[in-house]
């Protein structure tokens, strides 16, 4: 059964840092283009960063030089690490596989890991 398990959201200050993990089981998640996504409420699923399996990795703009994509694929783990945090990155942040093709259905989402910016 597919499995993704989202960790190290806190309440943080502005200009505060964390580093968010992202272990996946039960699927072909090593082979895959994998994404954070954040959805703040009343709001999209935005995705913010992407990594391929061999370590492409593209940025939103809101967070390009602020946060750092990273993956393990030994440990079956995917990592962002986030920096000068603001408080409009307040969000549920989601880790899953980042296809190419937007529009691109994702079946299964995890309980993601809460992000809180204050000011």
């Known amino acids: 059964q597919v499995q993704l398990v989202e960790s190290g959201g806190g309440l943080v200050q502005a200009g505060g840092s964390l580093r968010l993990s992202c272990v996946t089981s039960?699927?072909?998640?090593?082979?895959?283009?994998m994404g954070w996504y954040r959805q703040a409420p009343g709001k999209q699923r935005d995705l913010v960063a992407a990594i391929t399996n061999s370590g492409t990795i593209n940025y939103a703009d809101f967070v390009k030089g602020r946060f750092t994509i990273s993956r393990d694929n030994n440990k079956n783990a995917v990592y962002l690490q986030m920096n000068s945090l603001k408080p409009e990155d307040t969000a549920v942040y989601y880790c899953?596989?980042?296809?190419?093709?937007?529009?691109?259905?994702?079946?299964?989402w995890g309980q993601g890991t809460q992000v809180t910016v204050s000011s």
């Open positions: 899953n596989k980042a296809p190419t093709i937007p529009g691109t259905r994702i079946d299964y």
């Open positions: 039960g699927g072909i998640f090593n082979l895959m283009r």
